[in-house]
T-cell receptor, first 113, second 112 residues
Framework: NAGVTQTPKFRILKIGQSMTLQCTQD?????MYWYRQDPGMGLKLIYY???????DKGEVPNGYNVSRSTTEDFPLRLELAAPSQTSVYFC????????????FGPGTRLTVT | DQQVKQNSPSLSVQEGRISILNCDYT??????FLWYKKYPAEGPTFLIS?????DKNEDGRFTVFLNKSAKHLSLHIVPSQPGDSAVYFC???????????FGKGTLLTVNP
């Protein structure tokens, strides 16, 4: 049981490039989330999904896109990377409606230069 | 507008003593509160939680206290151990969705 896994661990992008951050969970959780954490700040919600085929915006969705074609996978797409997207990105999952405890992946550290 | 505030960026305590981490919130809709622990280069891990119907929840060395009238919660770690050194995030949720709002975190250092 690996929990929540994220790839890659680190990535450097040039301004204007695109990339996809991968997230997979093997706990059969319905809910999945993407957060970013900037230095000295808390985690801010980018997008979340309550099940396959259903996604919604969080607090800071601009510049990102998501899809949820399976229960296990929730990739985050960055189009036209900007320096403001330099951050650590965490994926998380939780079991269902009514359960607040979220389980986090190890994070992806992204630098845009 | 910060709805969950952790006003102490850092806290240093001696091994064996009590660590008290504080968190304040402003949104009256919050009815569930969690503490997460984060080591460098790892994701946050769930530590302990409390529902608004309780004022205390205990799990081993960790106790969370909730004061709803003051919109304040605290995490007590007794006794503190060097392995407890980490960033602790307070998080709150409530309403019809189950999203969490996080504080900025407090770096706890437990000195041997």
């Amino acid at each position: 049981n690996a929990g929540v896994t994220q790839t890659p661990k680190f990535r450097i992008l040039k301004i204007g490039q695109s990339m996809t951050l991968q997230c997979t969970q093997d706990m059969n959780h319905n809910y999945m989330y993407w957060y970013r954490q900037d230095p000295g700040m808390g985690l801010k919600l980018i997008y979340y999904s309550v099940g396959a085929g259903i996604t919604d915006k969080g607090e800071v969705p601009n510049g990102y896109n998501v899809s949820r074609s399976t229960t296990e996978d929730f990739p985050l797409r960055l189009e036209l990377a900007a320096p403001s997207q330099t951050s650590v990105y965490f994926c998380a999952s939780s079991y269902s409606l009514g359960v607040y405890e979220q389980y986090f992946g190890p994070g992806t550290r992204l630098t845009v230069t | 507008d910060q709805q969950v505030k952790q006003n102490s960026p850092s806290l240093s305590v001696q091994e064996g003593r009590i660590s008290i981490l504080n968190c304040d919130y402003t949104n009256s809709m919050f009815d569930y509160f969690l503490w997460y622990k984060k080591y460098p280069a790892e994701g946050p891990t769930f530590l302990i939680s409390i529902s608004s119907i309780k004022d205390k929840n205990e799990d081993g060395r960790f106790t969370v206290f909730l004061n709803k009238s003051a919109k304040h919660l605290s995490l007590h770690i007794v006794p503190s151990q060097p392995g407890d050194s980490a960033v602790y995030f307070c998080a709150a949720g409530g309403g019809s969705n189950y999203k969490l709002t996080f504080g900025k975190g407090t770096l706890l250092t437990v000195n041997p």
